[in-house]
């Protein structure tokens, strides 16, 4: 086979077989050198996990709201990062790069007029105007409306209606909190605690929004997703409620946030946080506060120190992060680490596995087993710490991580035994196949469509469906350990892939942007699971991954592909982890010696920085499809690592296949 890349898009391209190797030895090398520089000393890695404008101004609005004093200077760097973030009309976007969007707009205009900006400076009136143009706070989505009521902002009338006394109800009604998403629960309970009592900001400096506030009648929440049959039926529910609401009993009011309390308490998590992500743990503090805890509660105190661990802070700006992804993160550098394969990147991996062992959920039934009962845990988590809520895609990643170690170290002494974890891991995913044969994020069977329909779920994320990338991760785990595909779990589990598959021939990404984090999430799953490129499965994803290549020979694709009326792909500006996402999915699919692939490992041998790294502003990661997304900055540090020592290895060992699950 020749080695070097034959019609590369390279103008004068004419590096010699043994020159093309060597470089791409020496990038691999960057590349790895780059990510064990950032192991930390107990072996595990964690990459900054940014978002947009509305995490960091609902930090301003917390610290306000319980009144707090910048004695530290956080506010004016967190100041600093959000007027550098603000788009040229004015708004603030979801994404590096989209459309403003109102709500975060009205946080980000809100935190800054309390840090002191002057609502006459230019900046203020841009996004003044960006606000108004849209509408209106009034228009803003419910966590928004939410916000602005406890400030006294919008009347708490503006905010869809949910009764604590729900907490209460029963798991057949068709309403009940077992059925939503881990996070909206998380989010929701003590957030019914706030929605009742109704406390007021204590807001020490007096600022108001009122002039982002448009005259005229104030509508309910609504979102695109809604089918108009059901919008109606809950928007009539929505307003019995509001009548309905003085005339509660008090003492099953009482219960109910008696019930709402225990709830929280009992997964605080620490210093971790309830449900390890901002939302939950600001609603958290502000739920001590209303119910009268002063600030060194112990729950409180607490719960308060659990968000500061998310800020990240330089010297003249900070900011804070939604959560943090450590197991994550760990687990798919091993991964990376693991396919340079020289002894030192195996050495920090069989590190990075060594301290990811004890993070495995073994004791505690989480809210899982409100489905799956007679389940034993056995999952990992994304964050450090969140026990009641591990989730299937990281179990799937370290398993599949800890079990390619073991099985090319098994023979040298010392080697960690990881054959206990893997299997208690195995067992735990099992337990949670949804009856459609596919798997979710972090419960089974969270399929209850109709209450995305609720005026309170504007945002569409209210559930927690089988996902074809979470699934495809469940098969790559199982066909690595060496399930064949015709046992019932597999058969079902494929069969939910074929149904899942886009008519382009890719794969819709839930948890990463988008078809191409799909698509190459399936190929693995695929491959691994014995089916080749001549499958019409892979053969159309392949097919579609190679139409979309970039002119460059990269792969992008932007946040607006996960708009509801997407028909085909739109051309995005290359990155460096979507493009390494294509290129493992392409040779999972047997295509090493296609030229695209050839140009796409040039075009990450070329665009690699001098440290090791890659540049990317663009965000990948999914949070909630058209509302929250996600930049992981280590994707574009160890991804691209993955895809250039996979090719690599598979030229030199002249081996079409992959062998392992991802």
């Known amino acids: 086979m020749n080695d070097a890349p034959d019609g590369l898009f390279t103008p004068g391209f004419a590096l010699t ?24 000393p107990d072996g595990h890695w964690v990459f900054e996990l940014e978002a947009d404008a509305t995490i960091p101004a609902e930090y301003i609005l917390l610290r306000h709201f319980l009144g707090e004093a910048d004695a530290d200077g956080i506010e004016a760097k967190i100041g600093t990062y959000l007027r550098r973030i603000q788009s040229p009309d004015g708004g603030w976007p979801l994404f590096h790069g989209g459309a403003s969007d109102i709500s975060a707009t009205v946080k980000a205009y809100f935190a800054l007029k309390m840090i002191g900006d002057d609502p006459d400076a230019p900046h203020m009136r841009r996004a003044r105007d960006a606000v108004l143009s849209r509408g209106g706070a009034g228009r803003a989505n419910v966590f928004t409306r939410i916000q602005l009521a406890l400030y006294g902002e919008l009347p708490w009338e503006a905010v869809p209606t949910m009764p604590v006394e729900m907490i209460l109800l029963p798991r057949w009604f068709p309403f009940h909190l077992s059925k939503v998403s881990y996070w909206a629960r998380t989010v929701l309970i003590p957030l019914l605690v706030l929605m009742t009592l109704r406390p007021r900001a204590k807001n020490p400096r007096g600022v108001t929004v009122q002039e982002l506030i448009a005259p005229g009648r104030i509508p309910l929440p609504s979102g695109e997703h809604q089918r108009p049959g059901w919008a109606a039926f809950f928007g009539a529910l929505d307003r019995a409620l509001k009548v309905a609401g003085p005339l509660w009993p008090k ?17 605080l998590n620490g210093e971790d946080g309830l449900g390890a992500i901002y939302p939950a743990m600001a609603n958290t503090v502000m739920m001590y506060a209303a119910l009268g805890h002063a600030p060194d509660h112990p729950l409180r105190a607490t719960a308060r120190r659990a968000v500061e661990k998310l800020l990240v802070i330089r010297d003249g700006e900070a900011y804070c992060q939604p959560c943090v992804s450590p197991v994550w993160d760990t687990a798919l550098v091993a991964h990376a680490l693991l396919e340079v394969g020289d002894d030192r990147a195996v050495a920090a991996a069989r590190h990075g596995l060594d301290w990811l062992k004890p993070l495995q959920e073994l004791d505690v039934v989480g809210d899982w087993a409100e489905a799956r009962p007679n389940v034993r845990p056995g999952g990992w988590a994304f ?112 069969d939910y892939l074929a149904r899942e598959q886009e008519a382009d021939g890719s794969w819709f990404g839930r948890w990463g942007v988008n078809h191409v984090y799909g698509t190459w999430s399936v190929l693995c799953a695929l491959n691994a699971a014995g089916l080749d490129g001549s499958h019409p499965m892979v053969r159309r994803a392949a097919d579609w991954l190679v139409a979309i290549q970039n002119d460059d020979g990269g792969w992008g694709e932007g946040c607006e592909s996960y708009r509801l009326d997407r028909r085909a792909h739109d051309p995005f500006l290359s990155t460096a982890s979507q493009t390494a996402w294509a290129l493992l999915g392409l040779m999972a699919a047997g295509e090493v010696d296609h030229p695209a692939v050839a140009r796409g490992i040039e075009y990450l041998r070329l665009t690699q920085d001098p440290d090791g790294g890659w540049p990317q502003g663009a965000y990948t990661g999914g949070g909630f499809p058209r509302v929250f997304y996600l930049r992981y900055h280590g994707y ?27």
């Open 17 to 40: 077989n043994t020159t093309w190797l060597a470089e791409l030895d020496r990038a691999v090398a960057r590349g790895t050198d780059h990510l064990l520089r950032a192991q930390r």
């Open 251 to 267: 003492g099953s009011r009482q219960r109910a946030i008696d019930r709402c309390v225990a709830f929280v308490t009992e997964r």
């Open 383 to 494: 964050q450090y710490r969140n026990a009641h809520y591990p989730d299937l895609d990281d179990t799937a990643v370290v398993v599949m991580a800890m079990d390619r170690a073991r099985r090319a170290h098994w023979h040298e002494e010392g080697t960690p035994d990881f054959d206990e974890p893997i299997a208690r891991g195995v067992e735990w995913t099992a337990g949670l196949q949804s009856t459609n044969g596919g798997w979710g994020a972090f419960d089974a069977d969270n399929t209850h469509d109709a209450l995305n329909n609720i005026p309170f779920a504007d945002h569409g994320a209210l559930l927690d469906p089988p996902t074809a990338d979470v699934t495809a991760r469940c098969i790559s785990m199982f066909a690595q350990l060496g399930e064949t595909r015709d046992t019932p779990r597999m058969r079902a589990a494929l």
């Open 636 to 662: 574009p540090r160890f991804f691209p690592v993955w895809a250039l020592a996979r090719y690599r290895n598979l030229r030199r060992a002249n081996e079409p296949r992959v062998a392992h699950g991802m």
